[in-house]
């Protein structure tokens, strides 16, 4: 199976065994109306913390049980002036601590930032996975060819369920232009895959309820009949 390389992984492909366990410590729960209260026994948690020490917290009480996963990772577009903070025992890594990532262009390492940061987390959830889990991973067109190597190589390729194109509102304002640089981006990704090849996916759909029909808005502006609800 061809394979990813990039400037750090061989650092990387076992920090997630070097990161140190933390004990989760409930400090308040909620109550039917928002508010603070005592300890309510949900099993229900909203960590507050650096994610990859929250995700190895997680192993000893729920590895191998996670039904469902949901990420939004940075997309890496150059704008979100995300941070790279894992304290990997690399001289190079070393230098990237506490550094913004840069744009395409004045960060030459801007990828090679954004896999080191991938990898361990994913290795991480892979393992919180159940045997009939699936995992979701919301991306765009700047890192989706990188996730779906790495996703391949941690998953197994034999695990890619699907890609699916999420269509994302835009202003269309190329339009007034006779020449353009580059084509909108009129979609974002989300990859889906399994843990093994024997999970099967339920049912993603269900029977329309004219009573309640949502109105497909996106594509069709001002229209409003029956062939054009979901």
């Known amino acids: 199976m061809p394979t990813l390389n ?3 992984k061989d650092k990387v492909l076992n920090h997630h065994l070097e990161v ?3 004990v989760l410590e409930r400090q308040y729960s909620f109550d039917e109306a928002g ?3 005592e300890d309510n026994g949900s099993e229900n948690m909203i960590i ?3 994610n990859l020490l929250a995700l190895k917290s ?3 009480k729920y590895e191998g049980k996670i039904k469902c996963i949901y990420i939004d990772p940075p997309y890496n577009t150059g704008n979100e002036n995300w941070v790279y903070n894992d304290n990997v025992n690399d001289p190079q890594i070393q230098r990237w601590l506490h550094q913004v ?3 395409e262009g004045e960060d030459l390492s801007r990828h090679d930032k954004w896999l080191c940061m991938m990898y361990p987390r994913l290795k991480l959830l892979q393992r919180l996975l159940a045997d009939d889990g699936v995992i ?3 991306i765009d067109v700047f890192e989706y060819a990188h996730l779906k190597c790495i996703m391949d190589e941690i998953f197994g390729i034999a695990n ?3 890609c699916i194109a999420v269509r994302r509102g835009i202003k269309n304002v190329q339009a007034q232009f006779e020449e353009v640089q580059a084509l909108s981006l009129g979609h974002e990704y989300i990859y889906l895959y399994s843990k093994n090849t024997q999970a099967k996916l339920p049912k993603l759909s269900k029977p329309l309820e004219l009573a309640k029909a949502g109105k497909w808005d996106t594509f069709w502006r001002g229209t409003d009949r029956p062939t054009m609800r979901y």
């Open 6 to 8: 990039w400037i750090g």
């Open 20 to 22: 140190p366990f933390h």
């Open 35 to 37: 508010k603070h209260e």
């Open 48 to 50: 507050h913390g650096d």
């Open 58 to 60: 997680l192993l000893p």
């Open 101 to 103: 990532v840069g744009k």
């Open 136 to 138: 979701f991973i919301s």
């Open 160 to 162: 890619f369920r699907n």
